[in-house]
């Protein structure tokens, strides 16, 4: 199947601190990426949907500049958690479609985010 | 999107049949019912989906009531590598965004 590669697996960072996680499609093109969160115990929240060569989407609630989304090609997206503070606390994936319409989505292996 | 109800919880001896429920009562007529399982600490995997008929690949089977309100994800034989949280949802077919319900987690008992 479809490999979606996430980096990095876990981060900390002091509190103030910018942070950037990557999510590549090893062996397809990704025209759609998805950004989720999820805190203990809890399901995945979406925060956006990453679509290559323009802005992304955010759902309701989420702040775009403090988290960052550049899908530049169609292999690679980017999730930077401007000024992390300690409620940025979470476990990060990301997610893309192989293919347009119905298709199922890979998941990458998520990034977990502590900030001091 | 419409919404899907799955139990919090389900328990299951190993090497028995586990069956999944999902209610999903508004589903519209262009709805996919997609199933994916979460083990700790990892992102989800997908398991199966289907439209209107029942469905079986190598990982589990997707029973898909007639009036397609409910479904049912079926594990044949559980497995201690089966534990997991298992969610039910639906995703417009036009559309592209996956939402996740809470899900149902299942504790696989030796």
């Known amino acids: 199947g479809a490999v979606v590669s996430q980096h990095p697996s876990w981060v900390i960072c002091k509190s103030g601190t910018s942070v950037k996680i990557e999510c590549r499609s090893l062996?397809?093109?990704?025209?759609?990426m998805f950004w989720y969160r999820q805190f203990p115990k809890q399901s995945l929240m979406l925060m956006a949907t990453s679509n290559e060569g323009s802005k992304a989407t955010y759902e309701q609630g989420v702040e775009k500049d403090k988290f960052l989304i550049n899908h530049a090609s169609l292999t690679l997206s980017t999730l930077t958690v401007t000024s992390a503070h300690p409620e940025d606390s979470s476990f990060y994936i990301c997610?893309?479609?192989?293919?347009?319409?119905?298709?199922?989505?890979?998941f990458g292996s998520g990034t977990q985010l502590s900030v001091l | 999107d419409a919404k899907t109800t799955q139990p919090n919880s389900m328990e299951s001896n190993e090497e028995e049949p586990v069956h999944l429920p999902c209610n999903h009562s508004?589903?519209?007529?262009?709805?996919?019912i997609h199933w994916y399982r979460q083990l700790p600490s990892q992102g989800p995997e997908y398991v199966i989906h289907g439209l209107t008929s029942n469905v079986n690949n190598r990982m589990a089977s997707l029973a898909i009531a007639e009036d397609r309100k409910s479904s049912t994800l079926i594990l044949h034989r559980a497995t201690l590598r089966d534990a997991a949280v298992y969610y039910c949802?639906?995703?417009?077919?036009?559309?592209?965004?996956?939402?996740f319900g809470t899900g149902t987690s299942l504790t696989v008992i030796p």
């Open positions: 949802i639906l995703r417009r077919r036009w559309g592209n965004q996956f939402y």
């Open positions: 062996d397809f093109q990704a025209t759609t």
């Open positions: 508004t589903i519209s007529g262009t709805d996919y």
């Open positions: 997610s893309a479609n192989v293919g347009r319409g119905n298709e199922k989505l890979f």
